[in-house]
């Protein structure tokens, strides 16, 4: 039996004098931010080399002074901040991420809250200094309490709450080994013929996102009829960001059910991303939470997860012979083999080697299966291919996220 920390994101209800203190600790925390990042650049103009510890404990003996207000909200909302500040700090030295900058009111609101500060009973969870707050819906996870965080988003408030969970890792009864390829024409091939095709949430919505947008620029800054506008075009974003949410989440819950081992390719999407003409299309579809989603599911499911190397030309192989295509053009859609001409679906042979791929890094990737597993592994991925729907996986226009 292994532990692993859960995330559960639920809807809060928070009375209008309860939402007044949301924004006052959403403010405690952004100052608090800005500070840290203030003193940082003053200290590293002067020579010296500054250590956030030191900026917090200063910020500790001056906030009575500069702050007041403070007081009025939970210590954790004002404390918090600085070691986000040093994770960000970390993140920019290992070049993982850009320097950080400072907080600006009304983006990104959120303040943390410690464990043994937190409660959550039923619908209910309480807040320190505030008290019992009404939810959406109860904690789906057993375990400890870790943290919790209240943020805001669309004007919609929400808490996040980690959990250390002890998880018993189901066994998959379907031993099958399948690809996955990832595309923009279809979200996801799959190595026995299954296609899902891309819904696309964003580049649906995205007219009357920009008419949205376009009403808000013409609004006087810093009117209500500005900030009345703004939380529209907030609703559409959150709007999307659920559909995507809960297509991932059908699709990734699916693969885990279904399949013993899931073989998926090592995409550079910030690389993807480059290309203009493609990278609306391809941040509509969100191919790093596909994988951030697989790599936990697998455990709770008690599958397997390989990742094909990033340099594994699975679409310019034939799935056939074994043939490498030179050069393999973005429109072309059908993959005509040089050698044995075999004609295929361009997606779906990339699916097949992909499926190749983790059927000779079977031993090495999950020395726990026996060789009678193996066999069945081996057998039951050469079963013909079929077809499904949308419907089958459990995808559909209509599947919003409902909070």
């Not at 192989?317 to 059908?334: D, V």
Request: aromatic share 10%; charged share 25%; glycine share 6%.
């Amino acid at each position: 039996m292994s532990t692993l920390n859960l995330a559960h994101t639920i809807r809060l209800y928070p009375t209008r004098g309860q939402e007044t203190f949301f924004k006052k600790a959403c403010g405690c925390a952004r100052v608090a931010y800005n500070y840290g990042i203030s003193e940082y650049q003053r200290l590293r103009k002067e020579g010296q080399k500054p250590k956030i510890l030191e900026i917090k404990k200063k910020f500790n003996q001056e906030k009575k002074t500069l702050f007041p207000w403070m007081s009025e909200t939970n210590k954790d909302a004002n404390q918090q901040p600085f070691t986000n500040l040093q994770s960000a700090f970390g993140r920019f030295f290992k070049h993982q991420n850009k320097y950080p900058v400072f907080k600006k009111k009304g983006v990104k609101d959120s303040f943390y809250i410690s464990n043994d500060k937190f409660k959550a009973n039923e619908e209910k969870f309480w807040v320190p200094k505030l008290g019992w707050i009404k939810g959406a819906e109860s904690l789906r996870f057993t375990g400890k309490i870790m943290s919790a965080v209240i943020k805001r988003k669309a004007n919609y408030w929400f808490v996040v709450i980690s959990i250390e969970t002890e998880i018993n890792s189901s066994i998959c009864e379907n031993q099958t080994v399948v690809g996955v390829d990832l595309g923009i024409k279809a979200l996801a091939t799959l190595s026995d013929g299954k296609v899902i095709k891309s819904v696309s949430p964003l580049r649906r919505r995205l007219n009357r996102l920009k008419l949205l947008q376009k009403w808000s620029s013409r609004k006087v800054k810093g009117s209500f009829n500005r900030r009345r506008a703004n939380q529209r075009v907030a609703k559409v974003h959150y709007e999307v960001a659920c559909l995507r949410k809960d297509i991932l989440d059908n699709l990734t819950t699916y693969l885990c059910k279904n399949y013993k081992v899931i073989c998926v390719e090592d995409l550079n999407v910030s690389g993807m991303l480059k290309n203009h003409c493609l990278a609306l299309s391809i941040s509509d579809l969100g191919f790093g939470e596909f994988r951030r989603q697989l790599e936990y599911k697998t455990i709770l499911y008690g599958s397997t997860l390989i990742i094909a190397d990033r340099w594994f030309p699975s679409s310019k192989t034939c799935s056939g012979c074994g043939h490498i295509k030179e050069t393999l053009l973005l429109s072309e859609r059908e993959f005509i083999c040089e050698n044995c001409g075999q004609v295929i679906d361009r997606d779906l042979n990339a699916a097949i080697n992909l499926r190749n791929y983790g059927l000779n890094k079977i031993g090495a990737v999950s020395p726990e299966l026996t060789p009678m597993d193996l066999e069945a592994l081996v057998y039951s991925s050469s079963i013909g291919i079929n077809e499904t729907t949308e419907k089958e996986v459990g995808i559909s226009e209509c599947s919003v996220m409902s909070t």
